[in-house]
């Protein structure tokens, strides 16, 4: 049962441009959502986190938005550059459970110039 | 160290054989956590210290599979008997304290091959 779901494997998208990945979760219980990049033959990295109280976080190029009624969260990245190209993963957790995560499968994302 | 450090990088293993693979946390981190990420697959959460707690193993897929954590340093994570559905990549990763908004750490992972 996968509670948390990258629909989109890989997304290819121009230098400059905006990049928009997109997670969906199943469990309402999740108040904690985070993103992590991924390089290869690297562990993945932490990014950006939204608590469910919230329903946007910014840094710098990267903004997340959480829609806890539709239980869709979205990684926005303007503007991309090549550095971005990465495999991108959604995580979430339950208060409580000490930051057990439950991960997505993951997005590729291409920046290409 | 400056990062979370894993070994051995690479791992080839036959059939049957037990397997152990160690993940040294950042310095002072109390947590520390043991993931895996299977072909295709997200990353599965397997076993979860902190501190002097007992471990939360409630990820670990079969008793075949066990965790130590040393002096609340160093972990070993150990695969008895170990399967082709056991290859992966083992991923470690501690943080300062369990919960907190900035995650956690990983290392660069163990990747199991079982042949």
């Known amino acids: 049962d996968q509670q948390v779901k990258q629909n989109s494997p890989s997304l290819s998208v121009q230098e400059g441009r905006i990049s928009i990945l997109n997670c969906d979760y199943t469990?309402?219980?999740?108040?904690?959502f985070l993103w992590y990049k991924k390089y290869p033959a690297e562990g993945p990295t932490f990014l950006i986190s939204?608590?469910?109280?919230?329903d946007k976080n910014e840094d710098g190029r990267f903004t997340v938005f959480l829609n806890k009624s539709a239980k869709h969260l979205s990684l926005h990245i303007v503007p991309s550059q090549p550095g971005d190209s990465a495999v991108y993963f959604c995580?979430?957790?339950?208060?409580?459970?000490?930051?057990?995560?439950?991960f997505g499968t993951g997005t590729r994302l291409q920046v290409t110039l | 160290g400056a990062g979370v450090s894993q070994s051995p990088s690479n791992k080839v293993t036959e059939k049957g054989k037990d397997v152990e693979l160690r993940c040294d946390p950042i310095s002072g981190h109390t947590a520390l956590y043991w993931y895996r990420q299977s072909l295709g697959q997200g990353l599965e959460f397997l076993i979860y210290f902190q501190g002097n707690s007992a471990p939360d193993k409630s990820g670990l897929p079969s008793d075949r599979f066990s965790a130590e954590r040393t002096g609340g340093s160093v972990s070993t994570l150990t695969i008895q008997r170990t399967q082709q559905e056991d290859s992966a990549v083992y991923l470690c990763?501690?943080?300062?304290?369990?919960?907190?908004?900035?995650?956690?750490?990983f290392g660069s992972g163990t990747r199991l091959t079982v042949v």
């Open positions: 990763a501690s943080s300062y304290r369990a919960g907190g908004e900035n995650g956690y750490t």
């Open positions: 939204i608590s469910s109280i919230k």
């Open positions: 469990n309402s219980m999740f108040d904690y």
């Open positions: 995580a979430a957790s339950l208060t409580g459970t000490a930051s057990k995560l439950t």
